[in-house]
Every structure is written in C-alpha cells, then in structure tokens.
C-alpha cells in the first residue's frame, strides 16, 4: 500500500466517524513531570512541586473517616468546605467555589466567558493549563512575551483587543517561579477594559514571603472582574485528591455553578481539604521547611556555575550552558540514570533549563551533589 493509499483510506474513515470539534485536535496535550528515574527507579522525585512533609495528620484521619461511607454522594456544594476556607481566609463562603484541583476552576472559568471569537491572553512561560482552557472553549490564545522570565503587565496591556474577553495570570509563576508586586497586578487590572475577566492563579502563594506581594483575594473581593483560584495540591500535600478553589464576585461563582458538575469535588477530598486548611501548624512547617531550603538550594546551584532564577514558589528554575554534554537533557539523563527525576520545561519555551521541586534534606543535597559531578565530568 503506498502512501497516497493511506492518506485517502484515512481521510475517508475519518468521514465515517464522531468527529471533534474544530480546534480540539490542535490542542497539545498536558504532559505532567515524569515518576519514575530510567529503568524505573525513582530515589527522589522532584518533577511535580510536591510537598516533601506529605500530608496534615488531621486530613489523614478525616480521609479515613469518610472512607467508611463510600456508598454516599458527597455534599453537592461542597457547603463545609467553602465554609472551612471561609472561617481561615475571611472570605464570604458564597463567593467561594470548589472543584477537582484548580485545574477544572480554570477551565470553567474559561468555559463559562469565553467562546468562538474570542481571545484570552496569558504570559509567554504561563502554566500551560490556560492554553488548552483557552482553546477548548473554542477561544483564541494570545501569548505576552515576559521581561526577565516575569510577567510583563506593559506586554499583556499592549496585546488588548475588542475581541479580548480574559486575562490568565499565574502569580507567582510556574515554572519560572517569579512573581508580580501587588502594585503592578493593580496597574493590570486598571488597564484592563470592565469587561474583561482577569484571573490571578495563586497556586503558590501560601509561600511567597514578600511584603509586595498579594494572592488576588483583595482586588477578587472589590472587583467585578477579577477572580482567583488557590489548590491544595501544593502547600497542603492533596495533590492526590485533585482539590481547588476559586474566589471572586457574586455573578461570576453564579455563572460557574451553573456549568460545574453537581458532585465534582469528592467526599474524602472535602473532607481532607477541611482538615487542611484549618491545620496552620502543618502550613507553617511547610513555609518554614521551605524557607531554609530554596536559598540553600540557589546558594549552591549557583556555586556551580549554575544560573538560577530567582524563586517565591517551592522549586527553582536552574539554566545550563550551552555547551556540548553539558545541556539540561544531558543533565536531566545524568540525573534520571541515578534515580532523581526533576522536570524538563521545553514544552514552556525553556529547553535548556530544568524545574527543581524544593525536596527533603536528602534530596536536596543529593541533587546538588550529582550535579555536581555532572559539571566536573569531562
């Protein structure tokens, strides 16, 4: 069978079958950081900015007392939970929505504003979620170059159309893990027409400690365009359970209740998340976990000749040189051989670089060592 034979046959079975719609199979897929080292051995594994202090003890024991009744439908509105984050954030709980990870409250946001059309913009090296939200609700994507690997709201600002119906904005970012001052995420909003719906992603922010920064809740709480999403997959260790939230205006949680499933966020998952948030104790080892360690990990990174970019999140970019055998992918091999598997962000627009999750004591100092090696390497 020749080639033209193949085109043809599969054109025309493609005409006998459900077809998606347009701009669906345009979409690339999500590829999420690898598990496993080469061969399948794993000794640290650092792709997927995962706590390394696992989970609150309370959210484990809450877990287990739903598992006792899996025959039962969860609460619908995820009511306790909304009420949990409420009591915690100081937020109206009936401004609060929940879902299956921050990954589904994006994608109904998109879902629920945009359509065929329209546009959405979001920042050059932007998690890469916001595109496929974009172009799954039939929207357009537009990219915003960044300055310095950070959003640059001048950029974003420039890019406004009369077809501009969304902004995605991930602060701090992933994975380049820098942030916007509040000051500047103002001077976005500002700029942005009333009708345009800006949204603050903060997955990270329960570990930013900079005294310009500000999560979104403020402006989602005075605006009626402008909503945030949190997760609880990073700080609180639930990445497991797929648990998220979002905050904003009366008219915005209406609109995304309506398109949301009735039991999208499960019965251990509410419970767990109850339990976590109200577990501050758990939250401050983890802040405090992580601020010895990102700048023990850049100090020594750097050490070695290593760019690193600075970092508010709970891992570091770490940049290699361009220089025969000594590129990220021959890191990235190096450290897959020994069991340490960090994340390559080609797909992020940054192939020559590697995203390294802020891990345990062990870990950390494991990495640093076997790179190391790889930089002394002839």
Aim: one cysteine or more; glycine letters at 10%; charged letters at 20%.
């Amino acid at each position: 069978m020749n080639e033209m034979t193949k085109v043809t046959e599969a054109a025309e079975n493609s005409i006998n079958r459900p077809q998606p719609k347009a701009g669906v199979l345009d979409i690339a897929p999500y590829v999420p950081g690898k598990s496993k080292g080469t061969h399948g051995k794993t000794v640290h594994k650092l792709s997927s900015n995962e706590t390394p202090l696992g989970t609150s003890a309370a959210a484990r024991a809450a877990l287990e007392a739903v598992a006792q009744h899996l025959e039962l439908y969860p609460d619908g509105s995820s009511s306790d939970l909304r009420a949990a984050i409420g009591e915690v954030y100081g937020l109206n709980p009936d401004r609060i929505i929940c879902g299956a990870g921050s990954d589904e409250i994006l994608s109904l946001v998109a879902y629920g504003y945009l359509g065929a059309g329209d546009e959405a913009i979001y920042s050059e090296h932007g998690f890469l979620v916001y595109d496929i939200a974009i172009r799954a609700a039939g929207a357009t994507p537009v990219v915003a170059p960044e300055k310095d690997l950070t959003t640059d709201v001048d950029a974003i600002l420039a890019r406004v159309t009369d077809k501009t119906r969304m902004v995605f904005i991930a602060n701090p970012n992933n994975p380049t893990g820098t942030y916007l001052p509040f000051g500047e995420v103002k001077r976005l909003h500002e700029g942005l027409p009333p009708h345009v719906l800006l949204v603050l992603d903060a997955a990270y922010g329960e570990y930013v400690r900079k005294n310009d920064y500000e999560s979104g809740i403020e402006l989602a709480a005075t605006s009626d365009n402008v909503f945030m999403t949190r997760t609880f997959s990073k700080i609180y260790g639930l990445a497991n359970l797929r648990l998220g939230w979002g905050f904003g205006a009366a008219h915005i949680i209406d609109a995304l209740n309506r398109i949301r499933g009735p039991f999208n966020v499960s019965g251990m998952a509410g419970a767990a998340g109850i339990a976590a948030v109200k577990d501050r104790e758990f939250v401050a080892r983890s802040v405090e976990h992580n601020e010895r360690w990102l700048p023990w990990l850049t100090a020594e990174l750097e050490g070695l000749g290593l760019k690193v970019t600075p970092s508010v999140g709970n891992f570091v970019l770490i940049h290699f040189p361009d220089e025969d055998g000594k590129r990220a992918p021959d890191a990235d091999a190096y450290l897959l051989e020994r069991g340490c598997v960090l994340r390559m962000v080609g797909n992020y627009g940054l192939p020559n670089a590697i995203r390294m999750t802020v891990g345990s004591e062990d870990a950390n100092r494991t990495v640093v060592a076997h790179l190391k090696a790889f930089l002394e390497q002839a």
